[in-house]
């Protein structure tokens, strides 16, 4: 699984039952999130949020307050294409 970004629900659930079988026939939990190309600490949270049902509780991708709309940044490359500013370098593009 490796460092691919977030995993399914059913995938964790399975994971999380995958090690407890490992460790019930003997094998040490390290050794079996290693196998499975996961992190003992990812491990540790999928089974806190399998306990309590909401799977996984990381934020999403922050934006900005300040960021610019989509409505923004087309007014923007718009103005930059623009006859007055197409022949100059956008570092040489100012307000006025």
């Known amino acids: 699984m490796g460092n691919s970004g977030k995993v399914e629900l ?3 659930l399975s994971c999380i039952e995958l090690v407890k079988q490992a ?3 003997g ?3 390290s050794s079996a999130c290693k196998i499975l190309q996961i ?3 990812t491990l ?3 089974e806190v949020s399998a306990k309590t049902e909401k799977g996984d509780q990381r ?3 922050k934006t900005s307050p300040k960021a610019l ?3 923004e940044k087309e007014k923007m490359v718009a ?3 623009s006859d007055e500013f197409k022949d100059l370098n956008p570092h040489k593009i100012v307000a006025k």
Do not use: S
């Open 39 to 41: 992190n003992l600490r």
């Open 23 to 25: 460790v019930a026939a």
């Open 59 to 61: 934020a999403g991708p």
């Open 27 to 29: 094998a040490k939990k």
């Open 79 to 81: 103005i930059a294409n």
């Open 44 to 46: 540790q949270r999928w």
């Open 10 to 12: 059913k995938d964790r």
């Open 69 to 71: 709309t989509y409505e």
